[in-house]
Structures are given as structure tokens and as C-alpha cells.
């Protein structure tokens, strides 16, 4: 029976970082992924590094207005390590922050911008407000109807096609073992460790594990009898025929759904948290196949594009497809290690492409060093521990 | 006539010049005449070469297939956009750029009050694809009171078989196949026929007109729309006649302007009344390369040579052809008779010689062929060459609309599932033709008629009569079906052999010019067993043929034995294929 360090269940972005920074620190790793690498969220995202609060945070500003401001420093830690990921990997991910615009078309819109960035101003995110006239000036393709924005310098995108690739070699050539068409059946802690059946009736043991299986991350704890709440989204996006580049931004929008940047090879994605459906089993989500788009969702997030950047009417639509990303139930990150399970961790609960770099990194120094270069209490798994009091 | 590229010349043997009218466009800022009737492909080959235009990687590019699947004659109009130059007829006064220009000054966008809205109109059955299929399926449904939709992306019925001439140059005997068929289309009732108009996506409804999300479970489709015909569509039942394209083989240069499809210089010749090319060469495994060389010839245009990849058929062979082709008189009638223009014409035919490097600079200038055993070599001068090694079925909605399928390399890839009534597994969708298995257009009219006989049923009405004439077609049918099997394990290539003629430098995605060797290097990294999983690492597939030409490809990488698993099987999504924005808002 092989016996690891840590081993991480998911092999996705959080998964294999949080493989590669353990590896690092000399920790002994196993990543075991049901499918094959990097095909949900991480793959399936638009690549949006997006530092500001997000559209999805600002529309429950009331609900959120306690615990909003938490995720300002760790939007800033990721910020900081996408600027030298790409050195510290040795890789082209084609990660570019050249500074995203947060639009604003309405009076109502203005409003909330301008309380969003005095929060963001507080706790030290570099972002400025513009009038449409100057956010013109640095992004002509802006339509006439964007009164104004938000410009953080330090937005932009990264490949999600490439980003956990280049991870998981990293972790390899780190000595961490990958093994991916590989289920887990049951997480069980005996005598001070975890052992781990696999669908090949194999057992495997650990001293820690770490569960960064996103959407599937109640399912992996629902193995060590835990409730986890994080909810599947069915999400989709859109990509237009690559063109000219034109689009130097990453562009979100302040009231209504919507992200657009253009990629290196000249594609321009346009999503920002448009649903697809889940296909259902006996009226339950079955979460085994794909979601299915709904053409008239497709239009509608066009239709939003097209009213801030106009031109790109003129382009094709090359594709849609559907992804699933994890929720978490107060959308705010689940970050720890479970009061009711030592040694099990988890990673994830939402944006966890732009700040799953940041996940592994708090998630590997609370495992190694059981501190952290960040507060990370309000995103500890044990603010549901209500939920855990019933369960065994 | 203006020649872009290396002087030569592109001969436009017997364009259409007196009787049609003659209108002005511009491309690239120079005023061009041309002629009522023509496409922009027609018309750019003539003015400015074969390779007219330059993808986003600096390659010179040309049309490939002719009928609107490789996307590599796309052109940008003026205040549309990028479109396919093979489908877009010219029109007065239109402006077409040949290099990817996006414009970023914010145009007026017009409205788009030219073009025909529909809003969820209900119609019974819905026919996408009017070839030979969906002819006999529409003749069969035709004045029975039923509300008939048929939807097709080219502006006249026909497909590609079938293909017609435009308006504008059809005369009296002007095609002999699938006449009969064609000339019946007028008397017709209760038939709208929606052309040059694209399905780009099909959505489950329940019988309220909800989406659900089970294809199963649908009572109604919402059919949704772009190019002439846009907003969407509510149907009953749905036929898929979609047809198939070539299957285009990657060796070393089989993306120089001027390698097409042996179908894409054919069509040129039906429906435009051009040739592409002074000296053509046909290469591939399938007769179907005899008889583009007989419309070549009978147009007046020049064959270098025929190169076929098998060895000359010896006599046990022959026999069993033989035999399996008895009955299948009109068919052998139409080889034979090419077969005796190719002699009288002292077109060389070549047997056993694999493609090994199309060469040129600006557009294909030569190709070399090697002997299976690399002891033999020719070389074959030429300005344009057809290929064909048989065909893959255009299966992408009925993917899309969660059909069973299953994957037959010798049949066209991945094909729909059927019973004896041409029902997909999906119960309002129908199938016929080439998606239940590449055969020809004799079998896609028989099975287009059954499907018709079969929505009838599905729809409640009383067969009587129609039911002895649907057990007769499904005996017709395992025949002609065993003959197919046949062509297809005579014309189809081995998976190991396909790999051999490509080298890691070879391209396999010719949208997104990825080669065979980032394919193997990233399933020897990442271990991928499944074809979407490399498609997402690498790019292959993710052009705006949507891997219509490299799934295949990436299929035989994956597993050379291709003893494929469900997972074998390239997503097919929305756009079915690419669309302007503008025409589906």
C-alpha cells in the first residue's frame, strides 16, 4: 500500500498548483483525478484574471457587506503571483495584465462603481475611476453608451487551456505522481491517517488530504462523511473567429453579466456567468454529462457584448460550450482544513481560475507550516461546521 | 484577366460570358467585372489565383471543398464580415477584402429588415439538407396536408450531388442527375423551401414549447436560424439529410492553394461552369476520381493523371466487385463511361502510389507519390489537384442533438443509429442518407423515401400501401447497403498507413495550423485518452471547420487500432458552424 505526504483528489488548477507548491517544499504527492487533467472549470473558464470585485459580488453588496472586503487581499496575493507565474514555471501561458475596465451604462451603474472602488481604494487595490470619454480614449472600441469604468492595471487574462498543464509537468518534474481516469470510492481515517480506496479496489494512504475537486467538492466530502457546502454551476461561454487584435482589455461590466477579452491567438471570448442547463436523471442534476446550451442564452450574452463593443457584430461566432464551476454556499472562498476530520484540507468555493494560484499557495503553507501569509479564518470550512454537527 | 500570383494563368474554360448579366464589384479596392450567377470563390479565383488569401498565420490559402465545410475561402464583405466566398453569390456593387480585417470604428450596424424573420413558427416536419435524401423524403411528404419546412445552406435544392447551376446559367438539359427528381420540386404542396440559410442550432422543447434538457423526451425542436432566413423555427419532426464531405488526407503540402477536394473542382464545373486549373490532377482511392476526370474532360479541361493508392485490382477482387455491383446498372453505366473517356483522352493512371509531398510556392506546382514499399517515386506536374479517399458524413446535429451513434471508419466516421424506419434514438428525429453511413446518392434517395414513409407513420398517418413500399426499400437497401460496405473497406486507407504518410512537421489541423507533431507530443505528456481532451490542449480542432477535417485524424493518433470508446468523439456545439453575430442577434 503506497503511503504519500499529502494526496490532493482533483486535478484541476487548485489540484495540481496545490500539488506543484507541496512538491516543492519537499512534501511526498499523489493528484488523483477522475477524468483526465484540466477538463472542468479549469479548463473550461475564459482565463478572465479579474482583481476587482467581481459582477457576482457586487449584486449582493447588501448580503455580502460584512464579509465583501475579505476578498480583497487575496484578489491582491493573486495578482502579485500571476505576475511571475510564468517565470516560476518556465512555461508561455500567455498570462497578460494589461488592465481591465469594469463598465458602467447607467446612472444606477455609475453608483455602484463608485462604492465598489472606495471599498477596493481602502484596502489597497490599485483601480481608478474613468468617464466613458476616457475609457474611450484607452479602449476605442467601446461603444457610446459606456459612461464609465473601473481600470485595474493589473487585470487581464491567462491561457486556462495550458495554465494546470504547465502545473502538473512542474509537479511531476517535482517528483509528485498523477493518476488521472481514477475515481475515488471512500475517504477513511484510521489509526492517525487517511486511506483511500480507488475505483481499482486499490487503497492508497496519506497523512493529509486536500479536496480540490470544485463542483464535485460536496460529493469528495460527502466520501468522509461531511456536508460541504459547494454548489455545480452550469455555465457557458462564447468565442468569436480569431481576428486582428483590437481588444487590449479584459472588460467586465458592473450591473449586468458580462467579460470579453481577446486572446493571443486573436479569439475573442465573451461570457461573464451566462447559464447552460444541467442534464438531468429522474429530475436530478446528473452532473456525468455535459450541460446543454440554450441558443437564446447565447444571444443574450451576445446581445450584452454587442451594446458595449458594438463592432464585433461583424465577426462569427466560432463556438459555445458549456462548463461547470463550484459555488460556495456564502460565495466566498473555502479555504482549511475541517474541524471534524484532521488532516483533510479543502481549496476552492468560486473565481478559482484568477485566484486559484493564491488557494494553493495559503492552502500548502496552512498543510506545511499549519500558519498562513494571509488571514484565512473567515474562509475556513468550519463555518459550516452547523452542518457537521449531525453527521458522523 | 488579372493573375496575383506567379504568372499563370487561370483558365475559365467555359464561364459563363454572353448570356448572363454582367455586374461590378470591388476587390481589394480594384473594380472587377463579373457575371450574374457566380460566387465570390468563382470570381476570386479567376481575378486573383487560387490562393487568393492569407490565414492569420501568413499562409496562403484557397478554396478547398467548394460547398461551404472548410471555411478556407473566407473572404470579409463590406458591412457583413467574413463570409464563405464558395456560397456567397456575387451581387452589385459589393466590396470584398481578402486579407482578416476587423473593422473597430463603431458602424451603424443596419437593421436587418432585409432579411426574413422568423418567430417560432410551427411547422410539422422540418427537412435540413435538400440532396437526395431529402428530395424523396420531402416527394414522399409532400400534399399530404403536412406543414413542410425544408432548410438548406446552398440556394438551390439539390445538395451537392444534385448540385445545380444558378438560375442564371441553367438551361434546358443543362444536368442529367437527379433531373427527375429536380423537375418535380415545383408541383410539390405544402413545401417551404427556406435556402441559403443555415441551422445553427437545435434546442429540445417540451409540448408547451419549454426547453428541457433530454432530446429523448422532446415533443418539438426550436430550430434556430441565420443567413437568409433568420429567428427560429418550432418543429414536429425532424429529418437530418445532411450529406458528407470528403475526407481530406494530411501529407506533407495538402494545404497549398490549389489542393481541393475532388468534389470541390466538380462543383466548380456543375454549377459555375468553371475549371480550376489548366493541368488538374486526381489523386485518392475512390472511383468517384474517374468520374470527376470524365466532367473535366467533357468541360474541356486537361488531366495530368489519376493516382490511385491501391494496387491494380487482380481478378478475385474484380469478381467480387463485380459481383456485389450486379443490379447496380445506372452506377456502372456512369463508371464505364468515364472509364472509356479516360482512355480515349490518354489520361495516365497511375495504381499503388501513397501521396508523399505536394510542393509549390505559391500554390501547388507538383505532387510526388511513392510506391507502398518506397521503391518507386512519381512526380506529377500540376496547377490544381482533386483528392479523394472517400467521404465522412456530416453527422454534427444529430451529435448535437444527443442521436446514438456510432463510429465506422469505412462508412464515414461517426453515424447515426437507425431502425427500419430511419429513426434516430432520439424519437422525433429522422435520419437518411449519408449520416446512417457513406453510400452514394442511390441509397440516400431510398432511404430519404423510407424516412418520409416513416415521419408519415410517426406523425399518425395510415400507411396502407406505403407499408409494402417501405418493406421493398429496406430490401433494396441491405443490397445496396452490402455494395457501400464494400466501396468503403475498397477506399478506405489504414489507420497506419494514414500516419505513415504524415510526418511530425505535417499539418493535421489545417484551421489552426497544428501539426501531427504537437498531437503526438501531447498525448505522450499528458497521457490523453480522450480526443476532446487533446483538442482543449492543443487547438486541434478548435478552427472554423470545427475539425471537420482533423477529427479523423486525431482519431487514428489517439488509437491507431481505433477500437474507439464513446469518448472517441469531437463535442459538437452551437454554432453548428460559424455564423456572423449579427445575423443571429
Redesign the interface.
Known amino acids: 500500500m503506497s503511503k504519500y505526504d499529502i494526496v490532493v483528489i482533483g486535478g484541476g488548477l487548485v489540484g495540481c498548483a496545490t500539488a506543484y507548491y507541496l512538491a516543492r517544499s519537499k512534501a511526498n504527492v499523489l493528484i488523483i483525478e477522475k477524468g483526465e487533467l484540466n477538463r472542468q472549470a479549469s479548463g473550461q473558464n475564459a482565463g478572465s484574471l479579474h482583481f476587482q470585485l467581481e459582477h457576482r459580488l457586487v449584486k449582493f453588496w447588501d448580503t455580502l457587506k460584512g464579509t465583501i472586503s475579505e476578498m480583497i487581499p487575496i484578489s491582491i496575493m493573486a495578482q502579485d503571483l500571476w505576475s511571475t507565474l510564468e517565470q516560476e514555471l518556465q512555461a508561455d501561458m500567455e498570462v497578460v495584465q494589461h488592465g481591465g475596465l469594469m463598465l458602467a451604462e447607467t446612472e444606477e451603474d455609475v453608483d455602484k462603481l463608485k462604492r465598489k472602488h472606495r471599498l477596493e481604494k481602502e484596502l489597497g487595490l490599485d483601480s481608478q475611476l474613468l468617464t466613458g470619454e476616457d475609457a474611450r480614449s484607452i479602449a476605442p472600441y467601446l461603444g457610446a453608451n459606456v459612461l464609465a469604468a473601473a481600470y485595474c492595471p493589473a487585470e487581464g487574462h491567462a491561457n486556462p487551456r495550458v495554465v494546470t498543464l504547465e502545473y502538473a509537468k512542474k509537479a511531476r518534474e517535482s517528483g509528485v505522481e498523477i493518476r488521472s481516469n481514477t475515481l475515488v470510492m471512500s475517504l477513511n481515517r484510521t489509526g492517525g491517517e487517511w486511506k483511500i480506496r480507488l475505483q481499482t479496489g486499490e487503497m492508497v494512504r496519506a497523512d493529509n488530504i486536500v479536496i480540490a475537486t470544485g463542483a464535485w467538492a460536496a460529493e469528495t466530502a460527502q466520501l468522509a462523511g461531511l456536508h460541504l457546502p459547494m454548489y455545480p454551476v452550469p455555465l457557458m461561454m462564447n468565442v468569436t473567429e480569431p481576428v486582428e487584435q483590437v481588444v487590449g482589455h479584459l472588460i467586465q461590466h458592473v450591473g449586468k453579466k458580462l467579460t470579453f477579452k481577446q486572446v493571443r491567438d486573436g479569439n475573442i471570448l465573451i461570457g461573464g456567468g451566462w447559464p447552460s442547463r444541467f442534464t438531468t436523471k429522474h429530475g436530478l442534476i446528473d452532473l456525468s454529462k455535459a450541460p446543454i446550451i440554450d441558443p437564446s442564452i447565447a444571444r443574450t450574452n451576445l446581445k450584452v457584448a454587442c451594446s458595449v463593443v458594438p463592432s464585433i457584430q461583424r465577426l462569427r461566432l466560432l463556438r459555445t460550450w458549456p462548463g461547470v464551476a463550484g459555488v460556495s454556499g456564502d460565495q466566498l472562498p473555502v479555504l482549511g482544513e475541517f474541524p471534524e476530520r484532521p488532516g483533510m484540507y479543502v481549496a476552492g468555493g468560486g473565481s478559482a481560475f484568477t485566484l486559484g494560484p493564491a488557494y494553493a499557495r495559503l492552502i500548502t503553507e496552512l498543510i506545511l507550516t499549519n500558519r498562513t501569509s494571509l488571514p484565512i479564518a473567515s474562509f475556513s470550512p468550519s463555518r459550516f461546521s452547523h452542518l457537521n454537527l449531525f453527521m458522523q | 484577366m488579372s493573375t496575383a500570383l506567379g504568372g499563370d494563368t487561370m483558365v475559365r474554360i467555359y464561364r459563363q460570358t454572353g448570356e448572363s448579366d454582367k455586374i461590378q464589384l470591388r476587390i481589394n479596392g480594384n473594380q472587377v467585372t463579373a457575371c450574374r450567377g457566380e460566387t465570390l470563390a468563382t470570381v476570386l479565383m479567376i481575378e486573383e489565383g487560387v490562393g487568393y488569401r492569407r490565414n ?1 498565420f501568413g499562409s496562403r490559402r484557397g478554396p478547398v471543398c467548394n460547398m461551404g465545410v472548410c471555411f478556407e475561402c473566407s473572404v470579409l464583405v463590406s458591412g ?3 463570409v464563405r466566398a464558395c456560397i456567397t453569390p456575387v451581387e452589385e456593387g459589393l466590396e470584398v477584402y481578402t486579407d ?8 451603424e ?1 443596419p437593421s436587418l429588415n432585409h432579411a426574413n424573420i422568423r418567430d417560432r413558427e410551427v411547422y410539422d416536419v422540418a427537412v435540413i439538407g435538400s440532396g437526395p435524401a431529402g428530395l424523396t423524403a420531402i416527394r414522399q411528404l409532400a400534399g399530404k396536408g403536412l406543414k413542410v419546412a425544408v432548410i438548406d445552406e446552398q440556394e438551390l435544392p439539390g445538395g451537392q450531388i444534385y448540385r445545380q447551376p444558378p438560375i442564371e446559367f441553367q438551361t434546358a438539359d443543362i444536368h442529367t442527375k437527379g433531373n427527375v427528381l429536380l423537375k418535380g420540386t415545383g408541383e410539390w404542396q405544402g413545401i417551404d423551401w427556406i435556402h441559403a440559410t443555415q441551422l ?2 437545435l ?1 429540445p422543447l417540451d409540448q408547451d414549447g419549454y ?1 428541457i ?2 432530446s429523448e423526451q422532446a415533443s418539438l425542436f ?1 430550430l ?1 436560424l441565420s443567413g437568409k432566413t433568420r429567428g427560429s423555427l418550432l418543429v414536429k419532426r425532424l429529418l437530418l439529410a445532411t450529406g458528407a464531405y470528403e475526407r481530406m488526407v494530411p501529407f506533407p503540402g495538402w494545404t497549398l492553394p490549389g489542393m481541393m477536394s475532388a468534389g470541390g473542382i466538380q462543383l466548380f464545373i456543375k454549377s459555375q461552369k468553371y475549371i480550376p486549373g489548366e493541368k488538374t490532377l486526381l489523386f485518392g482511392t475512390h472511383p468517384f476520381l474517374i468520374v470527376v476526370a470524365n466532367q473535366i474532360l467533357q468541360a474541356g479541361g486537361h488531366i495530368e493523371g489519376i493516382v490511385f493508392a491501391q494496387d491494380v485490382p487482380n481478378v478475385r477482387e474484380l469478381l467480387r466487385y463485380g459481383l456485389h455491383s450486379m443490379g447496380r446498372w445506372g452506377k456502372m453505366r456512369e463508371l464505364f463511361t468515364a472509364l472509356r473517356a479516360v482512355r480515349d483522352n490518354k489520361v495516365p493512371v497511375h495504381f499503388g502510389m501513397l501521396p508523399a509531398h505536394a510542393a509549390g510556392a505559391e500554390k501547388v506546382e507538383k505532387v510526388m507519390f511513392s510506391s507502398w514499399n518506397g521503391t518507386k517515386e512519381l512526380s506529377i506536374a500540376c496547377d490544381s489537384a482533386g483528392a479523394c479517399f472517400g467521404f465522412v458524413a456530416s453527422s454534427e446535429l444529430a451529435r448535437q442533438a444527443g442521436c446514438h451513434m456510432h463510429f465506422d471508419r469505412e462508412q464515414g466516421g461517426w453515424i447515426a443509429f437507425h431502425d427500419e424506419w430511419m429513426q434516430s434514438s432520439v424519437p422525433p428525429i429522422f435520419v437518411a442518407g449519408e449520416i446512417t453511413g457513406v453510400g452514394g446518392a442511390e441509397i440516400s434517395e431510398l432511404e430519404g423515401e423510407l424516412a418520409g414513409i416513416g415521419l408519415l407513420q410517426s406523425l399518425g398517418y395510415e400507411l396502407d400501401d406505403l407499408r409494402i413500399r417501405a418493406k421493398q426499400l429496406n430490401v433494396h437497401l441491405a443490397s445496396w447497403r452490402r455494395f457501400a460496405k464494400m466501396l468503403g473497406e475498397a477506399t478506405a486507407l489504414k489507420p497506419d498507413t494514414l500516419q505513415s504518410i504524415r510526418t511530425d512537421s505535417t499539418l493535421l489541423c489545417r484551421c ?1 495550423e497544428i501539426t501531427a507533431g504537437d498531437i503526438r507530443q501531447a498525448i505522450a ?6 480526443v ?2 487533446i483538442k ?2 492543443t ?1 486541434c480542432g ?3 471547420c ?1 475539425g471537420r477535417y482533423c477529427e479523423n485524424s486525431l482519431l487514428e493518433e489517439i488509437s491507431p487500432d481505433l477500437q474507439c470508446k464513446g469518448s472517441g468523439k469531437l ?1 459538437s ?3 453548428v458552424k ?5 445575423e ?2
Do not use: H, K, Y
Not at chain 2, 482578416?100 to 458602424?107: L, S, T
Not at chain 2, 505528456?525 to 480522450?530: I, T, V
Open positions: 492569420r457583413r464580415g467574413q482578416v480585417i476587423f473593422q473597430v470604428q463603431n458602424e450596424i445553427w442550432g434546442t426547453t434538457v433530454s426550436e434556430s489552426e505528456m499528458n497521457q490523453f485518452e480522450d476532446n481532451a482543449q490542449a487547438r478548435m478552427g472554423l470545427q463535442n456545439r452551437q454554432p460559424p455564423v456572423l453575430i449579427s443571429i442577434l
